[in-house]
């Protein structure tokens, strides 16, 4: 499948396939696709913590989701927490940052991750879903995530019950200034 077709057919999905699979071996390579991404001086900071077993998924879907992602959650496959290794990434190997950003290079590296990867499960026929409305400490505590890495998000995997419409997206003459 081209780019121009991923990025046609990838959405955010908010109503999942009971009994859909998605194996570890995808979520495998996914992450794989996701460590191309580029990363600041290479540190490759962002962490994957995949969460397949029913009871966790339920775990945190009852208690590090609000209404509404428990709601969108459902019937979900894999919830993948995002995070990273803080104070590295936009760092010295002193620990001075190397821009007002610090942590911001962290956040920034994993985003560019999980571009990749979501791009790579649409490539795979699997739909997602990002939440950054969750409970970090919550997930933290189940997952036990360590505290040097930051809570970015959680992607639902599964496969999509329904197709909602392409939201509207600006035009690129909103967005763009050459100089």
Same mark, same amino acid.
């Given at each position: 499948?081209?780019?121009?077709?991923?990025?046609?057919?990838?959405?955010?999905?908010?109503?999942?396939?009971? *009994?859909?699979?998605? /194996?570890?071996?995808l979520?495998?390579? +996914?992450?794989?696709? =996701?460590l %191309? @991404?580029?990363?600041?001086?290479?540190?490759?900071?962002?962490?994957?913590?995949?969460?397949?077993?029913?009871?966790?998924?339920?775990?945190?879907?009852?208690n590090?989701?609000?209404?509404?992602?428990?709601?969108?959650?459902?019937?979900?496959?894999?919830?993948?927490?995002?995070?990273?290794?803080?104070?590295?990434?936009?760092?010295?190997?002193?620990g001075?940052?190397?821009?007002?950003?610090?942590?911001?290079? *962290?956040?920034?590296? /994993?985003?560019?991750q999980?571009?990749? +990867?979501?791009?790579? =499960?649409? %490539? @795979?026929?699997?739909?997602?879903?990002?939440?950054g409305?969750?409970?970090?400490?919550?997930?933290?505590?189940?997952?036990?995530?360590?505290?040097?890495?930051?809570?970015?998000?959680?992607?639902?995997?599964?496969?999509?019950?329904?197709?909602?419409?392409?939201?509207h997206?600006?035009?690129?003459?909103?967005?763009?200034?050459?100089?």
């Amino acid at each position: 499948m081209e780019l121009d077709q991923i990025l046609e057919k990838r959405r955010s999905i908010r109503k999942y396939t009971k *009994g859909a699979n998605v /194996a570890p071996e995808l979520v495998k390579e +996914f992450v794989s696709a =996701a460590l %191309e @991404a580029p990363s600041w001086k290479n540190t490759e900071t962002a962490r994957y913590h995949v969460v397949m077993s029913p009871e966790k998924i339920q775990a945190l879907r009852e208690n590090a989701f609000g209404a509404w992602n428990r709601q969108c959650t459902e019937n979900v496959q894999a919830l993948v927490v995002t995070t990273f290794v803080k104070n590295i990434s936009g760092y010295q190997k002193d620990g001075t940052p190397d821009n007002e950003l610090e942590n911001g290079w *962290g956040i920034y590296d /994993a985003g560019l991750q999980n571009s990749v +990867f979501l791009l790579k =499960a649409a %490539e @795979a026929g699997i739909d997602t879903l990002v939440m950054g409305i969750r409970d970090a400490s919550v997930i933290r505590g189940l997952l036990g995530i360590p505290e040097d890495e930051a809570v970015l998000s959680v992607i639902a995997l599964g496969e999509r019950s329904e197709t909602p419409d392409k939201p509207h997206r600006k035009n690129v003459e909103d967005v763009v200034k050459f100089y």
